[in-house]
């Protein structure tokens, strides 16, 4: 088997520390599963700017692109914040999503039964979630043009964002979303503001005729993005698979990320078209930020990282095994009582990230 070549970009705050975490359960794959990774790591975001002065290089996007899977922690920090917009970590973030081509942003929201009580929400509401978010994520609101910020000839300055879609852009992204779906509960929810921006009326028209064409076998219903919120919050577990455009996909992933408790363990795969190999370029990020708050600190829950690789494993490499592996590892430890501070509850124990790490790596062993 020739080694799958994996980019490494920890980037900045707390994912540094969660992506050594991640490097532990790599090693132990190599070693114990026979699983030869070609590990290289990379900047992003303000660490890279604080290198190469911009967010992102022209060889660290080159080694992305050549790159089998791309693993990256998150970007950002107060430290950055006074830079001009195009160099701050952010645009390095967007850039390297834009330049690979990766439209199609999975965010799963699962409770884990272990977890019910970390959530706001009552548990009778979200026991057993597992809902799966698809965000587009190379267009809409975040790439339309025109852009910018212009002043107007009586003195005053104007912002300006454009929402755009053209029509294969929606297919491809409703496309992955109901294949998505047709693999789990068969129930697509598509988010559009049908009511008030044409853009989304595309967008919902597309769907159904996606629908019609080639999907009929999945039922598929639609929402405008006020009531999505609502709903999710609401009643999340009538939800299987949810698509939806950049902004609103960015909004209602972190809303359904808080219903399982936490940011901290909530993973995310980006991927692109299949080539004619049927492989895609993919990133797996954690759905958290880079919390400078608590970085350095070894507090970070290093969970949705390491879930990330094993959505790695399973979308890239087709290596179901070992993601199974690392997710019911985690399921074990959560239940075993180990929490980071984000996940903590009455009775259960703290650990800080190296112990979590230690704890997911041990119990891998026991599995073999
Ligand atoms: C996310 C983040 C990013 C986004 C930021 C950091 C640019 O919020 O991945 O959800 O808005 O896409
Ligand atoms: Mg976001």
Same mark, same amino acid.
């Given at each position: 088997?020739?080694?799958?070549?994996?980019?490494?970009?920890?980037?900045?705050?707390?994912?540094?520390?969660?992506?050594?975490?991640?490097?532990?359960?790599?090693?132990?794959?190599?070693?114990? *599963?026979?699983?030869?990774? /070609?590990?290289?790591?990379?900047?992003?975001?303000?660490?890279?700017?604080?290198?190469?002065?911009? !967010?992102?290089?022209?060889?660290?996007?080159?080694? $992305?692109?050549?790159?089998?899977?791309?693993?990256?922690?998150?970007?950002?920090?107060?430290?950055?914040?006074?830079?001009?917009?195009?160099?701050?970590?952010? @645009?390095?973030?967007?850039?390297?999503?834009?330049?690979?081509?990766?439209?199609?942003?999975?965010?799963?929201?699962?409770?884990?039964?272990?977890?019910?009580?970390?959530?706001?929400?009552? !548990?009778?509401?979200?026991?057993?979630? /597992?809902?799966?978010?698809?965000?587009?994520?190379?267009?809409?609101?975040?790439?339309?043009?025109?852009?910018?910020?212009?002043?107007?000839?009586?003195?005053? @300055?104007?912002?300006?964002?454009? %929402?755009?879609?053209?029509?294969?852009?929606?297919?491809?992204?409703?496309?992955?979303?109901?294949?998505?779906?047709?693999?789990?509960?068969?129930?697509?929810?598509?988010?559009?503001?049908?009511?008030?921006?044409?853009?989304?009326?595309?967008? *919902?028209?597309?769907?159904?005729?996606?629908?019609?064409?080639?999907?009929?076998?999945?039922?598929?219903?639609?929402?405008?993005?006020?009531?999505?919120?609502?709903?999710?919050?609401?009643? !999340?577990?009538?939800?299987?698979?949810?698509?939806?455009?950049?902004?609103?996909?960015?909004?209602?992933?972190?809303?359904?990320?808080?219903?399982?408790?936490?940011?901290?363990?909530?993973?995310?795969?980006?991927?692109? $078209?299949?080539?004619?190999?049927?492989?895609?370029?993919?990133? &797996?990020? !954690?759905?958290?930020?880079?919390?400078?708050?608590? $970085?350095?600190?070894?507090?970070?829950?290093?969970?949705?990282?390491?879930?990330?690789?094993?959505?790695?494993?399973? &979308?890239?490499?087709?290596?179901?095994?070992?993601?199974?592996?690392? /997710?019911?590892?985690?399921?074990?430890? %959560?239940?075993?009582?180990? *929490?980071?501070? /984000?996940?903590?509850?009455?009775?259960?124990?703290?650990?800080?990230?190296?112990?979590?790490?230690?704890?997911?790596?041990?119990?891998?062993?026991?599995?073999?």
């Amino acid at each position: 088997m020739s080694a799958k070549k994996l980019l490494i970009l920890p980037g900045d705050g707390i994912g540094q520390e969660v992506m050594v975490q991640v490097r532990r359960i790599i090693d132990w794959m190599g070693k114990k *599963r026979g699983v030869a990774f /070609d590990v290289s790591e990379g900047l992003i975001g303000g660490s890279a700017y604080d290198v190469h002065g911009t !967010p992102l290089a022209d060889e660290t996007l080159a080694d $992305a692109m050549a790159a089998d899977a791309v693993l990256l922690g998150a970007v950002g920090g107060p430290k950055w914040d006074d830079l001009p917009f195009e160099k701050k970590p952010e @645009r390095g973030l967007l850039k390297i999503r834009k330049e690979m081509g990766l439209f199609a942003n999975l965010r799963p929201a699962v409770v884990f039964d272990a977890l019910v009580e970390a959530s706001t929400l009552k !548990p009778e509401v979200v026991k057993g979630l /597992d809902i799966m978010i698809v965000r587009e994520l190379t267009g809409g609101l975040y790439f339309g043009q025109p852009r910018g910020i212009e002043t107007l000839p009586d003195g005053q @300055r104007k912002g300006v964002n454009t %929402l755009t879609y053209t029509t294969s852009e929606i297919q491809r992204i409703g496309r992955a979303a109901f294949d998505l779906a047709r693999k789990r509960r068969k129930k697509l929810t598509s988010v559009d503001k049908a009511n008030v921006l044409e853009c989304t009326v595309l967008w *919902r028209e597309e769907m159904i005729k996606l629908h019609k064409e080639e999907y009929s076998d999945v039922e598929l219903e639609h929402l405008y993005v006020d009531n999505a919120a609502m709903q999710l919050v609401r009643n !999340p577990r009538q939800f299987d698979v949810m698509v939806t455009e950049n902004m609103f996909g960015d909004i209602l992933s972190d809303c359904a990320a808080m219903l399982t408790g936490s940011l901290g363990m909530l993973p995310s795969a980006s991927l692109g $078209a299949a080539d004619a190999t049927g492989a895609r370029k993919a990133l &797996y990020e !954690p759905v958290h930020g880079s919390a400078p708050d608590i $970085a350095g600190k070894d507090m970070a829950n290093p969970l949705a990282c390491i879930l990330s690789f094993s959505m790695c494993l399973r &979308y890239s490499f087709d290596m179901t095994a070992e993601a199974d592996m690392i /997710d019911n590892a985690v399921k074990t430890v %959560l239940a075993g009582g180990l *929490r980071t501070g /984000d996940i903590m509850a009455a009775g259960k124990a703290k650990v800080s990230t190296t112990v979590m790490g230690e704890a997911i790596v041990r119990e891998l062993d026991k599995m073999g």
